[in-house]
């Protein structure tokens, strides 16, 4: 009922900056927050930044001060603006609404983001 689609990765160098997008559509209404969470083969999914309905924020240690996240009114989309990117920045990134009823999650594909040296 609520679908996720992730954009904006790609290949950028050390220092550099991206903007990743989800895009959400179906019963909108119903999310309660959006998180961002990356990960690397082998390893769990890591919380980078979430954002709820009333604005409230939370960022991983390792991005905190280079990473914004935000999104429009209707939280269709959510964005993650990422800078001062690193290497240990790579993963595939992956968007996750939760929904007020039921605590049913939902999660996109994901993007990959490849920082290099």
């Not at 559509?25 to 309905?53: C, F, H, M, N």
């Not at 595939?92 to 939760?98: G, S």
């Amino acid at each position: 009922q609520v679908h996720l689609v992730e954009s904006g990765g790609g290949l950028v160098q050390t220092g550099g900056s991206l903007r990743l997008s989800c895009a959400a559509s179906g019963r909108t209404y119903a999310i309660k927050d959006v998180g961002w969470y990356r990960q690397t083969p082998g390893k769990q999914r890591d919380l980078v930044a979430e954002i709820t309905r009333s604005d409230r924020t939370n960022y991983a240690d390792s991005v905190r001060g280079r990473s914004t996240i935000s999104r429009d009114d209707a939280f269709e989309t959510v964005y993650l603006q990422m800078s001062s990117l690193k290497p240990e920045d790579t993963a595939v990134y992956y968007c996750r609404a939760r929904g007020y009823l039921n605590g049913i999650e939902f999660w996109g594909q994901g993007t990959q983001v490849t920082v290099s040296s």
